[in-house]
T-cell receptor, first 117, second 115 residues
Framework: AQTVTQSQPEMSVQEAETVTLSCTYD???????LFWYKQPPSRQMILVIR??????QNATENRFSVNFQKAAKSFSLKISDSQLGDTAMYFC??????????????FGSGTQLTVLP | GAVVSQHPSRVICKSGTSVKIECRSL??????MFWYRQFPKQSLMLMAT?????????EQGVEKDKFLINHASLTLSTLTVTSAHPEDSSFYIC???????????FGDGTRLSIL
């Protein structure tokens, strides 16, 4: 079974600053995907970024980037130039890689990020 | 991008009522749909996985007779909370997957309040 751990229940950052959210996971799988989802107060689940485990290059999406350390089973999210709209709960998630049917996501407990004006 | 529509967004009803929540994939065929439950300030807990045309697979501790799931087509899955009680009050979210390495797409969720 897979586990995903987010050790920071709450974090805050000043607007325009940079913040890093931590995530570690445990799995015996060698091929998998990792995701960061954002859930604002509206409670929509929004995909922020994803990383394929077989890729060594860290994924980047505009102001969002990850530091993926496969050997350490670590997958942190860096948000640069933080904006007020980044205030949300952030979930780290794991998915096995399989062909065919969609696979379930295993979520971490979440980190509530507040961007301060 | 892929869109998943979930209805209703909010339900308030009396104890003992059965409530049906729909999850539709609007522009793709979803071979698999997932149903999650989320309590305030907590993570998403997988309740069940449904594959089109077959019985749903429930997670340990989830009552299959309480939470009926139907996935009759490649674009529609329904969750029926039967004889709902106040302890069933929660936020329910569905997601739909196309398979392979495609990410899941989430509905906007349903806030269920049982009085």
């Amino acid at each position: 079974a897979q586990t995903v751990t987010q050790s920071q229940p709450e974090m805050s950052v000043q607007e325009a600053e940079t913040v890093t959210l931590s995530c570690t996971y445990d799995t015996s799988e060698s091929n998998y995907y990792l995701f960061w989802y954002k859930q604002p107060p509206s409670r929509q689940m929004i995909l922020v970024i994803r990383q394929e485990a077989y890729k060594q290059q860290n994924a980047t999406e505009n102001r969002f980037s990850v530091n993926f350390q496969k050997a350490a089973k670590s997958f942190s999210l860096k948000i640069s130039d933080s904006q007020l709209g980044d205030t949300a709960m952030y979930f780290c998630a794991f998915m096995k890689q399989r062909f065919g049917s969609a696979r379930q996501l295993t979520f971490g407990s979440g980190t509530q990020l507040t961007v301060l004006p | 991008g892929a869109v998943v529509s979930q209805h209703p967004s909010r339900v308030i009803c009396k104890s003992g009522t059965s409530v049906k929540i729909e999850c539709r994939s609007l522009d793709f065929q979803a071979t698999t749909m997932f149903w999650y439950r989320q309590f305030p300030k907590q993570s998403l807990m997988l309740m069940a996985t449904s594959n089109e045309g077959s019985k749903a697979t429930y997670e340990q501790g989830v009552e299959k007779d309480k939470f009926l799931i139907n996935h009759a087509s490649l674009t529609l899955s329904t969750l029926t909370v039967t004889s709902a009680h106040p302890e069933d009050s929660s936020f329910y979210i569905c997601s739909a997957g196309q398979g392979g390495d495609q990410p899941q797409h989430f509905g906007d969720g349903t806030r269920l309040s049982i009085l």
